[in-house]
């Protein structure tokens, strides 16, 4: 039998007992992954995920951390991570078996998707690498807290292929932040080799990020234990980061869906199986006479009772009955229709840029646990349109800095640091560029509130410009709202005048839930108005009335919402009595007061400078005309941006496509006439 005779636990500082609990927890999450593969055979659990194999680098590694303020990402194979790190064995069939009372998701998630608040877990979904951003922002909020904590993430050596790998490495090396990454190298990402996944040496690339990597035999517990207590000293002296890669096997195919006789030989599986980390540590500990027959048989005996009891009473408990709850953390209720326009509150009277400028001074002044990050938006700079100015000289380093060019990283490193109790609002320069972070705004951001079965939000506020009419042609112009107001758990908002600025602003910080605060670029200098003064809250999901009138509802948001108003009195003096209505909140909407409207004029036109298709005009039309259709003298008309990419840069070409006054005059007409 091949086990370390080089270290000994003593020389580690782990004691006798310490010793024989890891080997005893390596046991019982083997135990355990034997029995989940025999119900799923048996029909009793749909799907497993094993961890065999992989003991000796998920339990080892716990050993070397402080369970009391540590926190810990472990990934769907983790189970060793888990059950050290204080899961029950009967929390781990309890997902096996999809049951209410599953802690990690209440019969939500596939089994193996750790989460839990108390044991500062945080909930994982099934995206590969996406948790080493969230990892980062935790690791953020640590070290902006002055706390003595560290981070450890896990995941296998297929998820360092991922851009968000690559970009957690970075953002933890440049923050120095006390973080490990332990990576657990099996040989395969499924069926892929590592040959075929990685480059060179996984390893090494911790130097690129400015920090020690360490290579380890994932099947040798000690030796684990030896190189996490290196990494949790660098980490905890304020050091910085570390890589652990540790070489291992795993014994089961993939997940009870895979057949892994496809891609690697019997002969490969049986190398490894005399490498077996349990059976290494068991040898270790009858060596130094730790383990005695007598103590053996009791601590088998301990794991299967433990076992017996956990499946009878997992499998026993209730399924879950309530699909429809813990979207948001927050549900907001519409409320009563508005029916008239808000009174013009009173304030000195700025433009919509230097209204979002003083309303993050504001939010940052009011709310301590504020903070403000994105590309540019620190110090002298400020941001590239200005909005964060002075924030950085204001409120402190801390509180408002740069991030690297690395939108994924902006949005994921947001969700670590809002789950771990900041509010977070993350600026991203143009809404054009927040395609690399849609995988962290909606499986990750908008999905944690109902994945963890509501016990775990994230409050952060993403603020960005968007839009055309600036000539900032394809890459500059876009209109996203569609995108993310699809999304159950994201909320989406839509200021237009320097009040609503503010008042959006302050509610959509208050809100536990992720907000996508998108700021009409167009109207940054052109919209002017009161800025108020004190306290001032326009709730989410409730629209304003801009402009009364009794022959057609114009639905609008944004600029679009300016130009209806330009358009209001020039319809008027043709005779047309325009209802203008600002959304404001795309998401939640603000039916009644739409509702409302629309039973009054009986016309409804919808502009907005998005594309027409599937647009989020088509979701207004498609209410209107289901629930007022009887009230309707006319079909529910869009005026939207034809099937372009939005935005070509010539003046005239723009001009083409870009809704103007003069256009939602023309369609008012052609609907009035109807
Ligand atoms: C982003 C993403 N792409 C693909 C998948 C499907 N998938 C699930 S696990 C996996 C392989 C992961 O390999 P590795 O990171 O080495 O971990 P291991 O399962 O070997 O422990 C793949 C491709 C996924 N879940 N997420």
Redesign the pocket.
Same mark, same amino acid.
């Given at each position: 039998m091949d086990f370390d005779r080089n270290l000994h636990h003593q020389d580690l500082g782990l004691d006798d007992d310490q010793v024989v609990d890891m080997y005893r927890l390596m046991l019982m999450a083997r135990r355990v992954d034997d029995r989940l593969f025999a119900l799923q055979r048996q029909g009793r659990a749909p799907f497993v995920?094993g961890s065999s194999g +992989?003991e000796a680098v998920q339990v080892a590694s716990v050993f070397a951390l402080d369970k009391a303020k540590d926190w810990v990402l472990p990934?769907?194979?983790d189970m060793g991570v888990a059950l050290a790190w204080g899961f029950k064995p009967v929390d781990v069939f309890l997902a096996a078996f999809a049951k209410k009372s599953d802690p990690m998701s209440g019969g939500r998630q596939l089994p193996g998707h750790w989460s839990d608040p108390e044991l500062r877990v945080l909930t994982q979904s099934?995206?590969?690498?996406?948790q080493y951003l969230h990892a980062v922002g935790i690791a953020q909020a640590v070290k902006t807290r002055g706390e003595d904590a560290v981070v450890v993430v896990y995941?296998? *050596?297929?998820?360092?292929s991922?851009g968000d790998w690559h970009e957690a490495m970075n953002w933890a090396g440049i923050h120095k932040l006390p973080l490990i990454f332990v990576i *657990?190298?099996?040989g395969?990402?499924?069926s892929?080799p590592h040959s075929e996944?990685v480059a060179g040496s996984l390893t090494a690339r911790a130097a690129g990020y400015g920090f020690p990597g360490v290579e380890v035999d994932g099947n040798r517990s000690l030796r684990v234990f030896k190189v996490m207590q290196e990494a949790v000293t660098r980490a905890r002296s304020g050091e910085g980061p570390t890589l652990v890669e540790a070489e291992t096997y795993?014994y089961y195919a +993939?997940?009870s869906d895979d057949n892994d006789a496809l891609y690697r030989s019997r002969e490969e599986v049986e190398t490894w199986r005399k490498r077996d980390p349990v059976a290494r540590l068991r040898q270790y500990l009858i060596e130094h006479r730790l383990l005695s027959e007598a103590r053996e048989d009791s601590i088998d005996t301990e794991v299967a009772r433990a076992l017996a009891e956990a499946v009878e009473s997992a499998e026993a408990a209730p399924d879950p009955d309530e699909a429809l709850s813990r979207v948001y953390a927050r549900v907001i209720e519409p409320g009563p229709a508005a029916t008239e326009p808000e009174p013009v509150p009173s304030g000195e009277s700025v433009n919509l840029i230097t209204a979002i400028n003083m309303a993050l001074h504001e939010v940052l002044e009011a709310y301590p646990d504020a903070v403000v990050f994105g590309e540019d938006v620190a110090r002298e700079k400020g941001g590239v349109f200005k909005a964060t100015q002075s924030l950085t000289q204001t409120f402190g380093p801390a509180r408002c800095f740069n991030t690297p060019l690395a939108e994924s990283s902006i949005i994921g490193a947001a969700v670590g640091m809002a789950a771990a109790g900041f509010r977070v609002i993350p600026e991203i320069q143009f809404a054009d560029y927040i395609h690399p972070a849609f995988?962290q705004l909606v499986s990750e951001a908008a999905r944690i509130c109902y994945r963890s079965d509501g016990r775990w939000n994230v409050p952060i506020v993403v603020r960005t410009p968007y839009g055309a009419g600036i000539h900032g042609a394809l890459y500059h112009s876009q209109s996203i709202e569609s995108f993310y107001a699809h999304i159950p758990g994201l909320k989406v908002v839509v200021p237009s005048t320097p009040a609503d600025v503010k008042g959006l602003l302050f509610s959509a910080v208050d809100d536990p839930d992720p907000v996508i605060y998108l700021e009409p670029k167009k109207l940054y200098r052109l919209a002017k108005g009161p800025y108020p003064e004190g306290e001032h809250l326009v709730p989410l999901g409730r629209a304003a009335i801009t402009h009364p009138g009794t022959d057609l509802t114009i639905l609008a948001y944004g600029a679009m919402a300016y130009f209806a108003l330009e358009a209001a009195p020039v319809l008027e003096g043709l005779g047309i009595s325009p209802e203008v209505i600002d959304l404001r909140s795309l998401k939640p909407l603000d039916w009644p007061t739409i509702e409302e409207s629309v039973k009054k004029t009986s016309r409804a036109l919808i502009v907005h400078e998005d594309n027409e298709f599937v647009g989020y005009g088509a979701e207004l039309a498609a209410q209107i005309a289901d629930k007022t259709f009887e009230w309707l003298d006319a079909p529910v008309r869009r005026y939207a941006l034809p099937d372009v990419p939005i935005m070509p840069y010539a003046g005239p070409l723009e001009a083409q496509l870009y809704p103007t006054p003069e256009g939602i005059v023309r369609h008012a007409q052609e609907l009035a006439k109807y």
């Open positions: 995920v +992989h990934y769907y194979r099934s995206v590969i690498g996406t995941g296998g *050596e297929g998820s360092t991922e *657990e190298n099996n395969y990402a499924i892929v996944e795993r +993939h997940t995988d």
